[in-house]
């Protein structure tokens, strides 16, 4: 949209260097800092070339091993998820630091000691959850949305991709509730907690074996299911396989599936699916 005389002159005014915020630079610019820049530029308290090179150019940090998405939380609202597994706890750590010079969190998912010692040497605020794999690192609690993410697994050997789930959705800034050990084996147990299911925005369903949880949680509430596959079985479930295609065969109306033991792709998907709720 084009600019009127007044316009161009309001925006055309030159500010010394020292009074620009030092966080914007190029490199850097935050969700919170895009939308600083945009009001100052509508206040005419900042050039228009100012703001177009903050966005304009390429939003990457090379760390040569890593290139950092600098820009990450500014397009989908939550920086670049470190993924542990391969990478050195030298990396891991780099590529935080890189990341947490900007952003408020960071979440490292898929980690061993190793990186666990690295991470707690470098940051006093990192978190371990050794259960889900995974350590936080939060500069400042983030407030919780409204509305309630359920995360349920249908045995304790589901535990690890459901608490991966867990601990993402709540580093985005939700509100979880666990519900564990409710398999189809022993179908009273889910029963019991059907307030909590029915109440919750959006469900995420782990299961190994064959896979048939996810299906009948489908049947008993109106909000999306997303079931993730686990590992977690004899020989014939081919290490998730089985519970995937019955995932994928899935009855149940509603039912999205992720890759085997993606926790963490799970509770990604029900954050932005929460996001959208709105409390009744």
Request: net charge positive; aromatic share 4%; proline share 5%.
């Amino acid at each position: 949209m084009g600019l009127s005389g007044h316009e161009r002159k309001s925006s055309d005014h030159r500010i010394p260097r020292d009074r620009l915020h030092p966080a914007w630079h190029p490199h850097e610019v935050t969700a919170t800092e895009a939308i600083e820049l945009l009001e100052k530029f509508r206040a005419g308290k900042i050039a228009r070339d100012k703001v177009l090179r903050a966005f304009q150019t390429a939003p990457l940090a090379d760390l040569g091993f890593a290139q950092v998405d600098t820009h990450r939380a500014l397009r989908k609202g939550f920086p670049e998820v470190i993924f542990g597994s391969g990478k050195t706890p030298e990396q891991v750590v780099g590529i935080a630091s890189k990341i947490f010079e900007r952003e408020q969190r960071i979440l490292v998912t898929r980690i061993h000691g190793d990186h666990v010692r690295a991470l707690r040497r470098r940051f006093k605020h990192a978190v371990h959850h050794e259960t889900a794999r995974c350590v936080t690192i939060e500069k400042t609690a983030r407030p919780r949305r409204p509305g309630t993410i359920a995360i349920l697994c249908a045995g304790t050997s589901d535990l690890p991709v459901a608490e991966e789930a867990a601990v993402t959705a709540e580093v985005m800034g939700n509100q979880v509730a666990r519900i564990h050990d409710v398999g189809v084996a022993g179908l009273h147990r889910l029963l019991r907690r059907l307030d909590v299911i029915q109440s919750a925005n959006v469900l995420i369903v782990a299961a190994g074996m064959e896979g048939a949880l996810p299906s009948v949680v489908a049947g008993l509430v109106s909000k999306p299911v997303i079931a993730v596959p686990t590992s977690v079985g004899y020989g014939a479930s081919f290490g998730g396989l089985a519970p995937l295609l019955g995932m994928l065969n899935s009855c149940g109306s509603g039912v999205t599936v992720v890759n085997i033991d993606n926790g963490f792709g799970a509770g990604y998907a029900a954050s932005q699916i929460n996001s959208l709720a709105r409390a009744e």
